[in-house]
């Protein structure tokens, strides 16, 4: 029985090295005090009845030890594990996308080119992998151990993580959120492969439906695209080369358009208008399903070339975002 689990991506090092650091942290504290508890019961235990204890007076310098010694400590741990929380928390730009569908009891997993999986998820060693996750009903965890890598999967928003594996291999995925009678079974594999085993795999299947080309069909079928035509004096803005960039809102602040402002521009789009657009659209909550929402966020996406985050080059041309944004400001 291994003491750890395998440590297969980039971020495993980082978590196992503060891990470790706050258990000999944790160790050498409580060995330090309970062997003093022990010698100074020892020590200065009552000899007689009659005995009457020496009258103590403070010490500033033994206080002030025992403040700035703990104090720089836990000073180092913060940084720390803010860095290697920041490093979690940031994808890179040039990720390869993944989403992914949780729901009682299984993942369902969807790459860019429209593959789908189902428990199993294949990706290339040495690449950082992005998951957009969504529940259909329950909180979900998407925990694979080797990666050192555990995201909630909440109902209502998306869940972006991303992880780089480093070993080629097979590993478990596991459901880390207790969601009801075959929890346990909500596992499955994470097949890390070479970049020559990967290219065999994906052209292997039939590669389906992408996930931008089933939003595109979407986006004509709820009739997004009436309002959100791309000519000047369209009723709502225009979406092509906005995702990944700074957008400004009516109410004077600026989002960046991430999945999670599209999705929320869907589901409840009165929250934050694009200045210069009246409240007209309604919303689509329960209209469109979790994968409906993660295909039209695709869509989106695709709209803005360049690479995986949407960071349009600066030579992308986008020729019809400017009259619009100017027709918007007007
Ligand atoms: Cu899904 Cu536990």
Redesign the pocket.
């Given at each position: 029985m291994p003491f750890f689990p395998d440590r297969a991506s980039t971020f495993a090092p980082h978590v196992d090295a503060l891990y470790i650091f706050l258990v000999l942290l944790s160790a050498f504290f409580s060995l330090l005090i309970g062997s003093l508890v022990v010698v100074f019961a020892i020590k200065y235990r009552r000899r007689s009845e009659s005995e009457v204890p020496v009258k103590v007076h403070e010490s500033g310098l033994l206080e002030m030890t025992w403040t700035v010694i703990p104090f720089l400590i836990t000073m180092v741990l913060f940084v720390w594990s803010s860095w290697v929380y920041f490093k979690i928390a940031r994808p890179p730009r040039e990720a390869l996308d993944v989403y992914v569908t949780?729901k009682?009891?299984m993942w369902k997993l969807q790459h860019a080119d429209g593959r789908m999986e189902m428990n199993e998820l294949h990706v290339p060693v040495g690449r950082a992998v992005r998951l957009t996750m969504a529940s259909k009903d329950v909180i979900?965890?998407f925990y694979v151990p080797a990666f050192r890598f555990k995201r909630d999967v909440v109902p209502g928003r998306f869940s972006t993580a991303w992880f780089e594996a480093t070993k080629p291999g097979r590993y478990h995925l596991f459901?880390?959120?207790?969601?009801?009678t075959r929890?346990s079974n909500?596992i499955g594999w994470v097949y890390v492969l070479s970049p020559a085993e990967y290219q065999a795999w994906l052209s292997g299947g039939s590669p389906g439906e992408s996930l931008a080309a089933a939003g595109a069909k979407r986006f004509v079928e709820h009739a997004c695209n009436t309002c959100h035509a791309d000519k000047p004096g369209a009723r709502g803005p225009s979406l092509n080369g906005v995702f990944g960039k700074p957008q400004r809102l009516s109410g004077g602040q600026t989002v960046i358009v991430d999945e999670a402002y599209v999705r929320e521009s869907i589901v409840n789009p009165q929250s934050k208008l694009v200045e210069g657009y009246p409240p007209i659209m309604p919303t689509y909550q329960g209209l469109v399903s979790e994968e409906g929402l993660l295909q039209l966020v695709a869509y989106v996406k695709s709209l803005s070339p360049g690479p995986a985050s949407g960071a349009a080059p600066a030579t992308a041309p986008a020729p019809p975002v400017p009259a619009e944004r100017k027709a918007g400001k007007t």
């Open positions: 949780a009682q009891w979900h965890s459901c880390a959120e207790y969601c009801g929890h909500m």
